[in-house]
């Protein structure tokens, strides 16, 4: 079971972007690397995924280092709403997601 | 449209009672999994169901847990003679088709307290 490492809280000030770190090293060819968020008092929110190339979407990039042993997730501008959890999670098929401690996102104006 | 539902939002219980807990997936959604969510604690995986085929139980901590799909829709999880140890956020979530692939939407929550 391929397993994430990432940072246990990073601080960020509102405006700033955000670079997440995750690595995983143990991931094989067929894991997608899926981002989620949690925001408090609610359930987890689908942030985005992707499988080699980067990844743009609405909410963030996602950056995948060539050899695939970690990722990056990009929040252009941090806002106060964007302080949450964020889980990086590898996935394959029929596999239910594993969620680890993830990352605490601390935002400050 | 409608997101996931899950019922009740909150249900306090005593040691030994059996309880049930409901969520609705989003429709269409073939995969649903349930989750739970303890205080300060990661998601924990507990059972998948994937169209037709047989639910994945591989997370269930225990034989009090139980869980169905009744029509492809509805799930109900089962928790057989409640301990203190359960108490816990409670989470639904489904997918248009395998979640390890597809985006897992999430429900609500139902927050179970055991006394």
């Known amino acids: 079971d391929a397993k994430t490492t990432q940072p246990n809280s990073m601080e960020s000030n509102e405006e700033e972007p955000v670079h997440l770190p995750c690595n995983h090293s143990?991931?094989?060819?067929?894991?997608?690397i899926h981002w989620y968020r949690q925001l408090p008092s609610q359930g987890p929110e689908y942030v985005i995924h992707g499988l080699t190339s980067n990844v743009n979407n609405r909410m963030a990039s996602l950056a995948i280092a060539e050899d695939r042993k970690s990722s990056t997730l990009i929040l252009h501008r941090a806002t106060l709403r964007d302080a949450a959890v964020y889980y990086c999670?590898?996935?394959?098929?029929?596999?239910?997601?594993?969620f680890g401690k993830g990352t605490s996102l601390l935002v400050t104006p | 449209g409608a997101g996931v539902s899950q019922s009740p939002s909150n249900k306090v219980t005593e040691k030994g009672k059996d309880v049930e807990l409901r969520c609705d997936p989003i429709?269409?959604?073939?995969?649903l999994y349930w989750y739970r969510q303890s205080l300060g604690q990661g998601l924990e995986f507990l059972i998948y169901?994937?169209?037709?085929?047989?639910?994945?139980k591989s997370g269930l901590p225990s034989d009090r847990f139980s869980a169905e799909r009744t029509g492809g829709s509805v799930s109900t999880l089962t928790i057989q003679r409640t301990q203190q140890e359960d108490s816990a956020v409670y989470l639904c979530?489904?997918?248009?088709?395998?979640?390890?692939?597809?985006?897992?939407?999430f429900g609500p929550g139902t927050r179970l307290t055991v006394l």
């Open positions: 429709s269409g959604h073939t995969a």
């Open positions: 979530a489904s997918s248009l088709g395998d979640g390890g692939l597809y985006e897992q939407f």
């Open positions: 169901f994937q169209g037709n085929s047989a639910p994945d």
């Open positions: 999670i590898l996935t394959n098929s029929g596999y239910a997601l594993n």
């Open positions: 143990t991931i094989s060819g067929t894991d997608y």
